[in-house]
Each structure stands twice: as structure tokens, then as C-alpha cells.
């Protein structure tokens, strides 16, 4: 599992003018809406695309793409890899997400330089009863025009002023009705097979989600018993190959030594030139210093996250579970505490008691502590969830607690009421069905 931590329970001190510049400029910058992004830009006036992630708020965390299958696309030019990074941020409370996107390529879509652009997803509330909700879309070209356009004649996907979002996403409800509504998009998965029924997760080269890791072409599957690699996508007649943006390796390292070999327009397509070094340092600047578990000069932060599942077994009662929790940390001793109102969970749980049978989904975590390692760990978490008896109709926003533990090779979790007395599902099994990232 990939993750962005600190090795060994260590948390360096690291004292430079960049960390603290980065730390200044996007300590004031926690954009968490599509309004607050474009007054953001309004405020700061970025002269090219470049200088836009000093508007990303602290916290994201990044998946780094070469998906052609988006308006923005990712491409190969130059025999360099030049991805889309999707940044998944905190939202503007419990349960939303923040969702900008940049691409490095210069290949234009729809008459619009993919490399000098922003778009954005904004999850609204309320999380629907089948998640994973609604989010509203914008499309934001650097430099803007005017940077207080959100409307039918701005950078919001608006029914007067429709961005296409829906091409990709599936549509959301309620329709808009009047020209300014929003035009409501469905997030999708990018680990998984949702766009034109095609598997995006071969195109991811590089990410920081605790729970998620690349798998391309040059890695061994394990799956197939007759394939040493796996599939071998292709971006451009160019395999697709894990790749950081960072590093003597990474993205940036190639732009550069191509644009010094070739000239400033070496990635030009159809006269479009682009800061594609610039844009993709600040990218990797951002990672680095303000992603999530990075906070310029601050100490004691980690990227975490729990993933796992199975059937267990309670008084008799069997259950399935699977979860999928991460965030920002703060580290005490044995101890580490998600940011509040941070945490980006998804659960699936159903008993099989019969009869009725009870499903528990749509989880929305205020806290997440979890205490370990050594022999094993432990986390309880709170929040809200949906709660489904049988075929009643489902209970929105119920309070519940997570209570998960793996210990000596056995394992177990309990999803209850808040004081303990009523079980939804869960209970133990021998195995690790949870992994600690």
C-alpha cells in the first residue's frame, strides 16, 4: 500500500524559505467550494495556470493519470508522459469532497488548451441515500477574463451555460430549471470501471491515497497465471508506466530536460504553448509540502487510512462488510487522531439475520482515532449512516459507531448505536481483514 507517512513513527523538522513561503501562501487559501476557488483566483490573479495551486487548500490528496477518457485528457508528446492530477480534497463539511483537476497536456478539447485550464467538482449537500452524491462542475481558464463569473455566463456548468461535464459523469438529480441552476454530475471512481465501461485503474501512474496504488504494465499481476505484467495500455502508441511527479525520474525532471533540448515549444500542439514545467513543479511543490499529511514546516502530521472487509460472525448472526477510510492525522505517542470533518469514508455492511436483515451504508465519519501498532490495531470512529431494515425504507443520517480491532492475527467490527445497545452489523473473524495504512 502506498501512503504518505513518516517512516519509523520519525516526523522531521524540515526549516526552508520555500516550505515556509508554500506554508504563508496556502495558509490563507482553503478553498473548499467552487466560489471560494474563483475569489481565490479573483484575489490573487495568477498570470498563467501555473500559479494556480497556491489557491489549493491544505489536505489533498493527489492521483496522478494518464486517462484519455475525460475532457481533459492525458497525452504523450515527446515520449513524456504528461497526466491529468486529480486532487481530492476536503470539502465543505463532514462527508464532501473538494475536487480540482489539472492536466499537463497541451492537446486542446473543445477549443480550450487542456494545460491552461482547471476543472472542479463540488460536492453538494446532501449525501444521497446510495452515495456517493451529487457535485456541481466548473470549468475555469487561467487567466480568467473576469473572476467573479459563476453564473450562465461564467465558469459553472449552469443549463445556460452547459461545460459538457455530463459527457464523462453520469447525470444527477433534481434537472436545473432555470439558466443560472447548476447542471448536477455524479462523481466517478477513477480506480475503477465506470467511464465507457473502460478500467481506468491501469492509467493511474502515481497517487497519494493511503488505501490505493498505481498498477500499470511494467507491474506484475498476480491475477493472471499466464501474463508476467499486466495489460499493457497505451496513451499515444506510448505504454503507460508508474511515474511520481517529483524526482530524478519523475514527470517534471522529463519536461525539463525536453523543453532544454528542444526549446520553450517543444510541447506546443497546433500553436498552443503552455507553463507545462511551471504547472507541473507547483504540482509537485504542493505534494510535497501541503498535500495531505504535509504542512509546510509542521511536524507530527501523517496521510492514514483503514481499507478492508469480509464476512464476520456475532452471536450467530453472519455479516459482510467493506470499508474504505483516510485522511489527515495528527500523531500523539501510539496514537493518531483524523482531522475532524476530514475523513473520506465509504462502508458497505449488511447482517443476514433472518428474518429481516439489516444494511448499513452511506457512512459520513466526524471522528476517526486509532490507536497501535505493536501486536495490532485499534480505531473507533462516529458519524452518521443509513440504515436499511429489511425492505422499509432506509434511515437517513442515524448515529452510529464504528468499532474496529485487529489483534494476533483475529480481527472484528462492530457497527452500533452510539451507546453500544444496538448492533447493525458486524462481529469477528480469524484473519486480517483490515489493513492499517
Known amino acids: 500500500m502506498q501512503h504518505v507517512s513518516r517512516a519509523g513513527g520519525r516526523w522531521p523538522v524540515v526549516f526552508s524559505a520555500l516550505l515556509i513561503t508554500l506554508g504563508a501562501e496556502c495558509a490563507a487559501a482553503q478553498p473548499t467550494t467552487i466560489d471560494q476557488l474563483v475569489a481565490c483566483l ?3 490573479k495568477p498570470a ?13 490528496k493527489l492521483t496522478v493519470t494518464m486517462s484519455p477518457f475525460s475532457a481533459q485528457p492525458a497525452c504523450n508528446l515527446q515520449s513524456t508522459q504528461l497526466p491529468r492530477v486529480i486532487l ?3 470539502g465543505a463539511s463532514a462527508g464532501l469532497r473538494f475536487r480540482p483537476s489539472f492536466s499537463l497536456c497541451t492537446v486542446t478539447a473543445g477549443g480550450d488548451p487542456n494545460a491552461t485550464r482547471i476543472e472542479v467538482g463540488q460536492d453538494i449537500p446532501t449525501v444521497a441515500a446510495n452515495g456517493p452524491g451529487n457535485m456541481r462542475m466548473a470549468n475555469i481558464a487561467v487567466p480568467m477574463a473576469a473572476y467573479n463569473l459563476l453564473g450562465a455566463d461564467g465558469v459553472l456548468s449552469t443549463k445556460g451555460n452547459d461545460k459538457k461535464c455530463n459527457d464523462c459523469h453520469s447525470d444527477a438529480k433534481p434537472d436545473p430549471v432555470n439558466d443560472d441552476d447548476p447542471i448536477l454530475s455524479v462523481p466517478f471512481d477513477s480506480y475503477g470501471a465506470q467511464v465507457l465501461s473502460t478500467n481506468l485503474l491501469p492509467y493511474i501512474i502515481h497517487t497519494t491515497e493511503p488505501n490505493k496504488k498505481a498498477l500499470v504494465a511494467s507491474l506484475p499481476n498476480p491475477r493472471l497465471k499466464n501474463n508476467t505484467f499486466g495489460p499493457n495500455i497505451k496513451v499515444n502508441d506510448k505504454s503507460v508506466q508508474a511515474q511520481a511527479l517529483n524526482g530524478a525520474n519523475g514527470i517534471c525532471t522529463a519536461i525539463t530536460n525536453t523543453v532544454g533540448r528542444l526549446g520553450a515549444d517543444a510541447y506546443d500542439v497546433n500553436g498552443v504553448s503552455a507553463p507545462l514545467q511551471a504547472l ?15 504542512n509546510g514546516p509542521a511536524v507530527g502530521l ?8 469480509g464476512l464476520v460472525r456475532n452471536n450467530g448472526v453472519l ?20 482531522d475532524q470533518n476530514k475523513i473520506d469514508a465509504t462502508m458497505l455492511a449488511f447482517n443476514y439475520a433472518d428474518p429481516p436483515g439489516t444494511q448499513v451504508n452511506t457512512l459520513v465519519l466526524q471522528t476517526l482515532v486509532v490507536t497501535g501498532p505493536g501486536n495490532g490495531n485499534s480505531a473507533t470512529a462516529t458519524g452518521t449512516a443509513t440504515i436499511q431494515v429489511g425492505v422499509n ?31 447493525y452489523a458486524g462481529g469477528s473473524a480469524v484473519g486480517t ?3 492499517f495504512n
Open 88 to 90: 481530492n480534497c476536503p
Open 319 to 338: 455479516s459482510s462488510v467493506s470499508l474504505d477510510f483516510s485522511g489527515q492525522t495528527t500523531q500523539s505517542g501510539n496514537t493518531l487522531t483524523y
Open 280 to 294: 507541473c513543479e507547483a504540482l509537485g511543490n504542493y505534494e510535497a509540502f501541503q498535500s495531505c499529511g504535509n
Open 393 to 423: 425504507p432506509p434511515t437517513l443520517n442515524v448515529p452510529i459507531m464504528v468499532t474496529i480491532s485487529v489483534m494476533n492475527g483475529s480481527s472484528s467490527i462492530m457497527i452500533t448505536s452510539l451507546d453500544g445497545k444496538t448492533t
Open 302 to 309: 501523517g496521510c492514514h487510512g483503514i481499507v478492508g472487509g
Open 42 to 44: 479573483g484575489n490573487n
Open 433 to 435: 481483514l483490515f489493513l
Open 48 to 60: 498563467d495556470v501555473s500559479q494556480a495551486p497556491s489557491c489549493l487548500p491544505q489536505g489533498c
